[in-house]
C-alpha cells in the first residue's frame, strides 16, 4: 500500500516488514492510523496568518492530493508544491528535496 514499488523486490519488503514490526506493535500501529484519520483541521485553517509551505508527493497513493489542494484553498498565505518522487526514493532525498523548496519558499 505505501510501496508498491517494491512489490517485486523480496529484500526491500523484507526491509520495509522488519522496519514496520520494529515501530509499532499491530494494536498500536492500528490505533495510530485510526487518530491519524480522525484528526479534522479544517476549521483552523483560516486562522493560519504565517506563510505556509504545502508539500505533497505526486506518487502518493495513500493520501489524497485533494487533501493538500483543500489545505491551499483554506490558508492565506501558502504555496503547494507538488514532489515529483516515486515510492523508492529514499527518506534522505525527499528531506532534501523538501529543504530545497523551504529555502525558495
Same mark, same amino acid.
Given at each position: 500500500?505505501?510501496?508498491?514499488?517494491?512489490?517485486? =523486490?523480496?529484500?526491500?519488503?523484507?526491509?520495509?516488514?522488519?522496519?514496520?514490526?520494529? $515501530?509499532?506493535?499491530?494494536?498500536?500501529?492500528?490505533?495510530?492510523?485510526?487518530?491519524?484519520? =480522525?484528526? =479534522?483541521?479544517?476549521?483552523?485553517?483560516?486562522?493560519?496568518?504565517?506563510?505556509?509551505l504545502?508539500?505533497h508527493?505526486?506518487?502518493?497513493?495513500?493520501i489524497d492530493v485533494?487533501?493538500?489542494?483543500?489545505?491551499?484553498?483554506?490558508i492565506?498565505?501558502?504555496?503547494? $508544491?507538488?514532489?515529483?518522487? $516515486?515510492?523508492t526514493?529514499?527518506?534522505?532525498?525527499?528531506?532534501?528535496?523538501? $529543504?530545497?523548496?523551504?529555502?525558495?519558499?
Amino acid at each position: 500500500m505505501y510501496t508498491p514499488s517494491l512489490a517485486g =523486490d523480496p529484500v526491500g519488503c523484507e526491509r520495509r516488514a522488519a522496519y514496520l514490526r520494529a $515501530s509499532a506493535s499491530p494494536g498500536a500501529a492500528i490505533a495510530i492510523m485510526k487518530m491519524n484519520r =480522525d484528526i =479534522d483541521v479544517r476549521h483552523v485553517l483560516p486562522a493560519i496568518r504565517v506563510p505556509t509551505l504545502i508539500l505533497h508527493r505526486t506518487a502518493e497513493q495513500v493520501i489524497d492530493v485533494a487533501n493538500a489542494r483543500y489545505m491551499a484553498e483554506h490558508i492565506r498565505a501558502r504555496s503547494l $508544491s507538488s514532489l515529483r518522487a $516515486s515510492t523508492t526514493i529514499t527518506s534522505q532525498a525527499i528531506a532534501t528535496r523538501c $529543504s530545497m523548496r523551504s529555502r525558495c519558499f
